[in-house]
């Protein structure tokens, strides 16, 4: 059975930083629809300091979903150096699609097929297929890159992760400052080495009184326009959630490759605050009795870049293994782990062995 290696990846950061002050001039509300009479200063700091997320990057309004994962998968095929005409699957992750600038979602035709467009492949057998699975969706993507190859239905995948997040989140809803916009991809490739690549992978779905967690819904400003949808998220109970789930999620995915933790050399976990991402880190170390770990095995981006949803992890590794993210590398022949959590609830994992 072949495995599944990665052989090229690609990221997209947009150049437009937005900071603190950027929000000063908002009208927060509550979920109940209760404006909060602080003044919007003291709100953004309380935010800052729970999530940490000082800057965040959004797309310019001449820019799409589309344009920016094309970018990624244009720099990952380069750097996996193949003729893209070789590419058997494009499998392209998002949640809202093409989003215009006004805020609408468009999926038809699919993001995966605008890219092959503007990649300008020929082959009609390169199949194009998108991926909604909420935050994981990219991690998802790559189970099923995997599976195509462990099937010997596909040999090379282009995956791709990219959200512009920026358009869809509501103006007077302070948990618009966690999200962001970015693209990342990679190619994988069967092999027939052994005991490399994606050697462990698993998926939960909680899809029971957790489906409405993280959801679409109008404006919380009751006055404003209901006709638009944006994201709609529960943080505190999205956090009890994770706490609870994913540590246990990460650590079946760790004993079914046949390692424990101290194996482990990274774990790209999605940024979704940094706050979460930490409880979740050290409750993982809590179910294997360690107290006491390098904090480096989790490198943190959200400070910078924000929570750009299924963009996070491949921006991630491609920041890493390309020396460009500082005190961060990846060890050869080493294992890490990529998880992600979020609408659904989903939650997903993988080790992957460099070959």
Request: charged share 25%; net charge negative.
């Amino acid at each position: 059975m072949p495995n599944t290696i990665i052989i090229g990846s690609g990221s997209y950061l947009p150049s437009r930083i937005i900071g603190r002050d950027y929000f000063l001039g908002s009208e927060f509300y509550t979920e109940d629809g209760v404006k909060i009479d602080k003044p919007a200063e003291e709100t953004i700091a309380k935010f800052v300091e729970i999530t940490e997320i000082e800057n965040r990057r959004f797309i310019e309004e001449d820019l799409s979903n589309s344009k920016i994962g094309y970018e990624a998968a244009k720099i990952a095929i380069a750097d996996a150096q193949i003729d893209q005409e070789e590419l058997d699957y494009i499998i392209y992750a998002s949640n809202f699609g093409e989003v215009t600038a006004h805020g609408y979602a468009d999926f038809m035709p699919t993001m995966a097929a605008r890219v092959k467009n503007k990649l300008g492949i020929k082959n009609r057998k390169c199949v194009t297929y998108d991926m909604l699975f909420g935050c994981p969706g990219w991690v998802e993507a790559m189970i099923l890159a995997d599976n195509l190859i462990k099937a010997k239905v596909a040999k090379t995948v282009l995956v791709i992760g990219a959200e512009t997040l920026s358009r869809v989140t509501d103006p007077h809803d302070r948990n618009r400052m966690i999200f962001a916009d970015g693209a990342g991809a990679v190619v994988v490739k069967a092999t027939d080495e052994e005991n490399v690549g994606i050697i462990a992978h698993n998926t939960i779905c909680d899809n029971g009184p957790e489906l409405d967690y993280l959801a679409n819904g109008p404006s919380i400003n009751k006055e404003s326009d209901q006709t638009r949808i944006f994201v709609r998220m529960q943080g505190r109970k999205i956090y009890e959630y994770a706490l609870k789930n994913v540590p246990a999620a990460i650590k079946e995915t760790i004993e079914d490759a046949g390692l424990s933790i101290e194996d482990i050399n990274k774990i790209l976990i999605h940024q979704a605050n940094a706050k979460m991402d930490y409880a979740m880190i050290e409750r993982l170390h809590k179910l294997y009795n360690v107290k006491d770990y390098d904090h480096s095995i989790s490198p943190m981006t959200i400070q910078e870049f924000g929570n750009s949803s299924v963009a996070t992890i491949p921006t991630m590794f491609d920041l890493i293994i390309k020396g460009k993210m500082e005190g961060q590398s990846f060890k050869e022949k080493g294992n890490i782990v990529m998880t992600s959590v979020g609408a659904g609830m989903n939650i997903n994992a993988i080790v992957y062995r460099f070959p």
